[in-house]
């Protein structure tokens, strides 16, 4: 499972755990449910800063393989591709 995935069903979870938290508190229902989302904000903040950390650190590898991969087509397409022993690909 990606950390992107894990961090994103934490903070469902963490929003879900408040607002039953709040359930028995005599209060409006939209009112509930946006102090659960504050709550659930806050604690976040504090209890997933691993999953966070983690998943920016994929989001930034797959963004470097990505930036890579693109400047490989760019030279390829202007005709600056060459083979790994270092021969240029037209002078095959």
């Given amino acids: 499972m990606s950390s992107a995935m894990k961090y994103t069903l934490g903070r469902i979870g963490l929003f879900v755990a408040a607002f039953v938290a709040l359930l028995p508190v005599n209060i409006d229902i939209f009112l509930k449910l946006m102090l659960a989302l504050i709550f659930s904000a806050t604690l976040s903040f504090f209890f997933l800063r691993g999953l966070r950390d983690e998943m920016a650190y994929e989001m930034a590898q797959s963004a470097e393989r990505r930036k890579a991969e693109k400047e490989r087509l760019r030279s390829a397409l202007a005709g ?8 240029d690909a037209d002078a095959r």
């Fill in 80 to 87: 600056e591709d060459e083979t790994a022993d270092g021969r």
